[in-house]
Structure formats: structure tokens, C-alpha cells
């Protein structure tokens, strides 16, 4: 998780406020403008398109306090989802871990945006870091042990199913499987994730595919990938990390 500077900090509240002001003055000319064109339309409300052709069209007669109230609540929704992600702590954490932090987003339990709240959660979620890297070592034992039930380990070679209608893949769209294993990976590994999607392990592994390369080899392992069976024969070349996915794994 990267830390962000008290000035990083002022920063954003600074941007948020300036955006709220903007926002709410937005919204009240807006107001105004709709009773402009209800005058011109004989009191008539409908909608007026300002972009021409382009989507966008603006409803005369929904702009309510109550508009205002989700409004700005969706700014502040908004900005806390921008910072945290700016920390990389959504993207290094289990689906489970990352529906939680969102739903204290959605209910604001957060708080509104703020210096004191902003140091108050990042604080918070620092201290938890190494609850959510655990979780994560957990799912990856329960993909990749041959028997997560009874806690067997995961053997240096392992065999992984890796296909899905009829093919070869591996995006988180079908399955988390590789997504999990690559976190687990790098988090335990202290490494940064890639930025680019190009870069991560599974692009990686997604592109020699496409090029019919059955043949892969990460710091993490050497893979080979079999089109008839859709598996991947995986030989674990950072047993230290399998290691300590296993002892994870085993003690939950």
C-alpha cells in the first residue's frame, strides 16, 4: 500500500472543495435555467439536449434537493474511491476485502472527505494491510492446493485447470484463479504491480498464448500450457513464497 503525504492530503481536500463549490453552483444555475425554459415554454417542462446531437439530454422536471443531495454524495463517493485507489490498496486485495471497503464507501461510513478522516482511514487500512495480504495467501491456497479441505499443500508441480469454452484463458473474467495467485505472489514478494496490464503475469501468460507459445517461465515459476487438456503444468521456482502461501493456508 503506498502511503500518501500530508500534502498529497491537502491536495485532495483542497480539489474536493473547490469541486463541491463548483458543483453546487452548477446545480443552481441549473435551476435556474430550467425555470428559464419552462418561462419560454409556457411553463411546460421537458428536455433540453445542450450538446446537440451528442447524449446528455437534461430533464426539466427531476432536478430535485434530493438530485442535490445524491449529488454530492456521489462527488464525495467519488473522491474517496480516487484516493484509495491511488494508495494501490484496491487492487491488492481479495474480491471479499474489496466489496467491504467499498460498501463503507457507499454508506459513508468514511466520512466525508476531510484531512482528519482521510489520515484516519489510511491509517486504519495500513494497519490492516497485512490481514488483507493474508487473505489473499488464503484464497490462493484454496485455488491451488490439491486438497484445501484437508490442508495439503501446494506442490512445487502442480497441474491447473486454466481453460473455459473450450479455450485457454486466463482473465479474471472467468476466473479469479491466476488474478489471486499473482497477488499473492507479489505481495509476498514486497513487489509493485505492474501498472500496465501488458505487464502483470497473467497478460503475460494471455499473450504467449495468443502467439501459440506454450511455454512460460516468470520469477515465479515455469509454466506449460496444454491446448487438448486446457491445464497449465506449473513448476514453482520461489518455493519460499509457496512456502509461506502454505503455512498461511494451513493455520486458517
Known amino acids: 500500500m503506498r502511503e500518501l503525504t500530508p500534502e498529497q492530503i491537502q491536495i485532495t481536500v483542497a480539489a474536493f472543495l473547490t469541486a463541491q463549490r463548483h458543483m453546487n453552483n452548477a446545480i443552481e444555475e441549473l435551476r435556474k435555467m430550467t425555470e428559464a425554459i419552462k418561462s419560454i415554454n409556457g411553463g411546460k417542462s421537458g428536455c ?17 434537493d434530493q438530485d442535490i443531495v445524491n449529488y454530492r454524495g456521489n462527488l464525495e463517493k467519488g473522491c474517496w474511491r480516487r484516493l484509495l485507489r491511488n494508495t494501490g490498496i484496491m487492487d491488492s486485495v481479495t474480491e471479499t476485502d474489496y466489496k467491504r471497503i467499498e460498501s463503507k464507501i457507499n454508506t459513508g461510513e468514511m466520512g466525508t472527505v476531510s484531512e482528519e478522516n482521510i489520515a484516519g482511514v489510511l491509517r486504519k487500512l495500513k494497519n490492516d494491510e497485512g490481514s488483507y495480504v493474508k487473505n489473499v495467501a488464503k484464497e490462493a491456497f484454496r485455488y491451488f492446493s490439491p486438497d484445501p479441505v484437508n490442508k495439503a499443500p501446494i506442490r512445487q508441480k502442480t497441474v491447473k485447470n486454466c ?18 495467485l ?35 517461465e516468470c520469477p ?3 509454466a506449460r500450457f ?12 520461489r518455493m519460499d513464497l509457496i512456502d509461506t502461501i502454505n503455512e498461511i493456508g494451513r493455520a486458517a
Open 226 to 237: 496444454y491446448e487438448k487438456s486446457l491445464t497449465a503444468h506449473l513448476t514453482f521456482t
Open 163 to 180: 481453460g473455459s469454452y473450450g479455450s485457454i484463458t486466463f482473465s479474471s473474467y472467468h476466473s479469479p484463479v491466476w488474478e489471486v
Open 48 to 64: 433540453f439536449n445542450p450538446f446537440d446531437e451528442r447524449d446528455g439530454d437534461l430533464s426539466m422536471s427531476r432536478l430535485t
Open 220 to 222: 515465479y515459476f515455469q
Open 182 to 216: 499473482e497477488k499473492a505472489l507479489f505481495l509476498l514478494d514486497h513487489q509493485p504491480f505492474p501498472e500496465k496490464y501488458g505487464d502483470t503475469l497473467v497478460g503475460q501468460m494471455s499473450d504467449a498464448v495468443q502467439h501459440h507459445q506454450m511455454d512460460f
